[in-house]
């Protein structure tokens, strides 16, 4: 029988959902003083009415009595509430910007920015205020290290830990969600400091731009390559810069964000031996290694790129945007379109696989994928062993790890629920006439919250599309346990007693 | 440190009231507290940690770059 | 016979005299460039002249200036000035060499509209020298237009909506306060 939630249920969800509102009416102080320091007035007054419907709603919200604890089920629930509604008030300065048609394609670009994911409808990006870049570009940021740490940080205490297992982010590196949090945020900050240093070094030693557009460059990239984002300061992405040197700082900035923050932990503690033991360590490297060597083969079999370097160059640079699901890109969509065959096969896989579990990036996970490789390793050993014998499966994550039925199916589970989302994009985009191919490589890419394109997602897409993209992206970010708690609850409170 | 806190709290809020010395999670002599932490991880400070991490970031970068080159090579050559 | 031979010279004249003509190179759109960018590439096809927008930054590096070149309807009317929305950006890079480069103004972006110029060069697609890079490697640059400032307008009616919700938001903060005193 479905019990309905009580009132105060909804009160706790409400008031917990009003102290992330609360946060980001703290972070939209940022961008409002950056517009203010530049003077971009326009932006700054919309940053102003951002941060003062961020404010009013999580007054009102925060003022809501409960007497409970939050519990794991408001948990998720809230996280599914606040990726909804977040983006929704943090599309106020865009929307006011008039760069883009309507309220859709705002919405679109906040859930693209705050997911993490870098698909954008934006138009006239090259005309576009630098406190509005940077919003979109902190949007990424903060999306991709989690509302969740945001919201931990501003002190919501005991109730972190449920916030944190419905973002899919079971495991806790330190003994309390707070302490984890405060080094993730530690990890983030280190990895800022030394990787706008080198950034704003390439672009005013190599590129030659001016000291304060070094900075602006910088900082924007880390915070986009950092988060696995992919959003750019200009229309040509990464491709603008023409510059090896800077795709290799910014590659080792993307690889950081791939990284578990547990893998980051082990390293921090030169644990050389249990990071390269880690299933989910080895995992990434496989499929890395394999795919890499599939699309380059691709590459070549087409011809794309005359001379050893070249291919090298972009065939690695687009190949690691997309297995960290960052979504820079040095090369128009246009000719990513013209990608076939192993290209095609090599990069797609690895959008849809993506990077690793409690790190900034999407996809299935390389945790995931190591799990069910060895289930499927096992399948095939009980085939050729008598009939009823026990075969366990053991696997090294964090310490030794014995394999339950339940990782294995929640592994699989998962992993099922990932296609299935690819899929249903892929169809939506066959509906509207585009090629399997194309279909495809957009849906994986926005389920997978990586953001490279084949041209699809553009100002003149279709709406259903837009909006089919918005829930992938949403879903693919979530990991789906947010979204069933959300619609369980949405249910039990129309049909439960 | 950080993790203390919210160990604290989540106790106090399962076992109520009830006198410091009755809640079997907490240590009960002097000197227990420091013992039971020594086994617990511990946020690390930035420091040359942090250096190994970027340091093994870049080194992947070079590697996968190199695999990227060598493929391209062996490719090329076929 | 004398009248065939008469025919042909004078075609073989007018050829000579239209060679210039030949020689011209037309402009083209940088929308058809990136339609099909093989098409254009040197060495098959020895120059080509753009128009646009210089947007962004200018690179200053060794011996060449990089810097991005759009040409789209916001080239001749950015949102900011009232133009109208008409998807995104259509640009390509650009390298101009510091002999024939000249001082342009400050690049396009949020306050400037950049400005406009008239570049040739060789469409360098797939560049094996710069690993594979794609670019104009420009010949001659000329200014056509000189870069304009844009104009925002002060955003009283946000700022003052803004303000009211902060302070709607005070209060209600502060009468929480007022409840948890109680």
């Known amino acids: 029988m479905l019990t309905r939630p009580s009132s105060d249920d909804l009160r706790i969800i409400g008031q917990f959902t009003g102290r992330i509102f609360l946060a980001f009416a703290g972070v939209s102080v940022l961008p409002l003083v950056a517009a203010i320091g530049v003077g971009e007035w326009a932006p700054g007054g919309s940053f102003l009415l951002m941060l003062g419907v961020f404010a009013i709603l999580g007054a009102a919200l925060t003022r809501l009595p409960t007497s409970r604890p939050l519990d794991i089920r408001h948990g998720v629930v809230v996280v599914a509430l606040g990726w909804l509604l977040v983006p929704a008030v943090a599309a106020i300065p865009l929307a006011l910007s008039g760069h883009f048609s309507d309220f859709i394609d705002v919405y679109f670009d906040a859930v693209s920015g705050l997911t993490t994911t870098g698909l954008s409808v934006l138009q006239d990006l090259d005309h576009l205020a630098l406190s509005l870049n940077l919003w979109r570009h902190l949007l990424q940021f903060l999306g991709g290290l989690g509302i969740v740490v945001v919201a931990v940080w501003l002190s919501v205490g005991g109730a972190g830990l449920a916030l944190s297992r419905s973002e899919g982010r079971e495991d806790k590196i330190l003994p309390s969600i707070s302490s984890t949090s405060r080094f993730i945020w530690r990890v983030s900050l280190v990895h800022m400091a030394v990787g706008v240093a080198v950034l704003f070094g390439v672009s005013f030693v190599f590129l030659g731009f001016t000291s304060g557009r070094s900075l602006f460059h910088a900082l924007m990239i880390f915070f986009a390559a950092f988060s696995t984002g992919g959003f750019s300061v200009q229309s040509t992405s990464l491709g603008y810069y023409h510059s090896p040197i800077l795709e290799a700082a910014a590659g080792g900035i993307m690889l950081a964000g791939t990284m578990s923050f547990q893998l980051h932990f082990a390293l921090w503690r030169r644990r050389f031996r249990e990071a390269v033991r880690n299933l989910e360590t080895r995992s990434f490297l496989t499929t890395f290694v394999t795919l890499l060597v599939v699309t380059m083969v691709g590459l070549a079999t087409l011809g794309t790129y005359h001379g050893i370097l070249g291919h090298a160059r972009q065939g690695l640079f687009q190949f690691l945007s997309a297995h960290t699901t960052t979504g820079f890109s040095t090369v128009p969509s246009s000719e990513l379109a013209g990608w076939t065959g192993l290209a095609f096969a090599g990069m797609v896989t690895a959008m849809a696989l993506g990077g690793m579990a409690a790190s900034t990036a999407g996809g299935v996970k390389a945790l995931r994928v190591g799990l069910t490789a060895k289930v499927l390793k096992n399948e095939s050993k009980r085939v050729m062993m008598p009939p009823g014998s026990v075969i366990p499966i053991g696997y090294f994550q964090d310490g030794h790890r014995r394999m339950t039925v339940e990782v294995a199916h929640a592994a699989m589970f998962i992993t099922l629920l990932y296609l299935g989302l690819y899929l249903v994009g892929t169809g939506v985009g066959i509906a509207y006439g585009y090629s399997l191919q194309d279909a495809l490589f957009e849906s994986v890419s926005a389920g997978g919250t990586v953001g490279l394109s084949v041209g699809i997602t553009d100002p003149s897409m279709p709406v259903v599309l837009q909006i089919v993209y918005m829930c992938e992206m949403w879903l693919g970010r979530l990991e789906f346990l947010a979204f069933f708690a959300l619609i369980g609850t949405l249910w039990s409170a129309v049909r439960g007693r | 440190m950080g993790g203390i806190g919210f160990e604290r709290r989540q106790i106090t809020a399962e076992a109520g009231a009830k006198p410091r010395r009755q809640r079997g999670a907490l240590p009960t002599r002097p000197g227990m507290a420091r013992k039971n932490a020594r086994g617990r991880r511990r946020l690390p400070s930035p420091g040359s940690g942090a250096l190994v991490v970027v340091c093994v970031e870049f080194a992947l970068v070079a590697a996968v770059a190199v695999l990227a080159l060598a493929v391209a090579v062996v490719v090329s050559v076929f | ?182």
Do not use: K
Request: aromatic letters at 8%; one cysteine or more.
């Open chain 3, 1 to 182: 016979m004398r009248r065939a031979i008469t025919v042909m010279l004078s075609v073989a004249w007018s050829l000579c005299l239209a060679a210039p003509a030949i020689a011209e190179v037309a402009v083209i759109d940088v929308a058809e460039l990136l339609r099909d960018p093989a098409a254009y590439a040197a060495p098959d096809v020895a120059e080509v002249r753009l128009r646009g927008e210089l947007v962004g930054d200018f690179g200053h590096r060794q011996d060449a200036v990089w810097t991005q070149l759009n040409q789209d309807s916001y080239s001749a009317a950015p949102i900011l000035s009232g133009g109208p929305l008409a998807g995104g950006n259509q640009g390509i890079a650009v390298r101009i060499p510091l002999a024939i480069w000249h001082e342009a103004g400050p690049p396009g972006g949020y306050r400037h509209r950049g400005a406009i110029v008239e570049v040739a060069g060789a469409w360098r697609y797939h560049d094996p020298d710069r690993s594979g890079e794609s670019y104009l490697d420009a010949t001659s640059f000329r200014i056509l237009e000189q870069s304009a400032p844009l104009h925002e307008q002060f955003p009283r009616l946000r700022l003052l909506v803004g303000w009211v919700l902060l302070v709607g938001a005070g209060l209600i903060a502060g009468t929480r306060g007022h409840r948890a005193g109680d």
